[in-house]
């Protein structure tokens, strides 16, 4: 199964999760300098430097993950839908939101995180809030 990833964002946008995941356009250099090979890395700095000079500029972004490890039952599908359209602030909200136990909830949350297709940021003690990160989810079969 071939599962693409749609993220819109502008050119500003892309400048800050760059920002966070190399901290500088230098320390990408060094990075890349370390690893000439590294063609993620070469592509997200010429982007990088192209979008210093257009932060409005709109871009579609895409991501593609192959696996045939995936199951996206009825279960995962209402799950990536309540967590787009509700934004729930825990699992345990999700599980509610959706009529689930938080028992079958959980691990097909966990498979969700595993495979890319939502993330989990740490709340307040033991909590976790699931995003997604992207604006759209395309499936090959």
Request: hydrophobic share 35%; aromatic share 6%.
């Amino acid at each position: 199964m071939m599962i693409t990833l749609v993220k819109k964002q502008t050119g500003r946008e892309f400048i800050n999760e760059m920002e966070k995941q190399y901290k500088s356009i230098d320390e990408a250099e060094k990075i890349l300098k370390g690893n000439p090979t590294n063609m993620i890395l070469y592509v997200d700095l010429e982007n990088w430097k192209h979008y210093l000079k257009n932060p409005d500029e709109k871009i579609k972004r895409t991501t593609s993950l192959v696996t045939d490890e995936l199951i996206l039952g009825e279960i995962e599908l209402q799950l990536l839908n309540t967590i787009k359209r509700e934004r729930p602030r825990s699992i345990r909200e999700l599980a509610r939101m959706t009529g689930k136990d938080v028992s079958v909830v959980q691990p097909k949350i966990k498979n969700l995180v595993n495979n890319g297709l939502i993330q989990l940021k740490k709340q307040y003690k033991n909590s976790k809030t699931p995003y997604l990160n992207y604006d759209q989810i395309n499936i090959a079969v």
